[in-house]
Nanobody
Framework: QVQLVESGGGLVQAGGSLRLSCAAS????????MGWYRQAPGKQREMVAV???????NYASSVKGRFTISRDNAKNTVYLQMNSLKPEDTAVYYC??????????????WGQGTQVTVSS
């Protein structure tokens, strides 16, 4: 089992910044990937940014240049620095972890979610 604890969500005005954190604990295996997904009301959950334990990153096109994902492998913690926030970034943000194996992703876990609200 892996537990993911998120923090850092909140209310911010358009153009502002927020930093999300997600700490993983439990049965952490390497290599792995951790990332952030978001779900707005009435929409499907979408990938925001993912980083693997080798620090390769992948971003949604809508956040490139504004958001930065990073991680501290010693702390099993992933961060999402969100700058130049827009009202359309409003969503519940979920932390995700999975173990990378030769057979594909395994042991997929989700955090409880943290609300990010951007006012115009």
């Amino acid at each position: 089992q892996v537990q993911l604890v998120e923090s850092g969500g909140g209310l911010v005005q358009a153009g502002g910044s927020l930093r999300l954190s997600c700490a993983a604990s439990g049965s952490i295996f390497s290599p792995n990937a951790m990332g952030w997904y978001r779900q707005a009301p009435g929409k499907q959950r979408e990938m925001v940014a993912v980083i693997d334990s080798g620090t390769s990153t992948n971003y949604a096109s809508s956040v490139k240049g504004r958001f930065t994902i990073s991680r501290d492998n010693a702390k099993n913690t992933v961060y999402l620095q969100m700058n130049s926030l827009k009202p359309e970034d409003t969503a519940v943000y979920y932390c995700n972890y999975y173990h990378i194996t030769p057979w594909g992703p395994q042991d997929n876990y989700w955090g409880q979610g943290t609300q990010v609200t951007v006012s115009s």
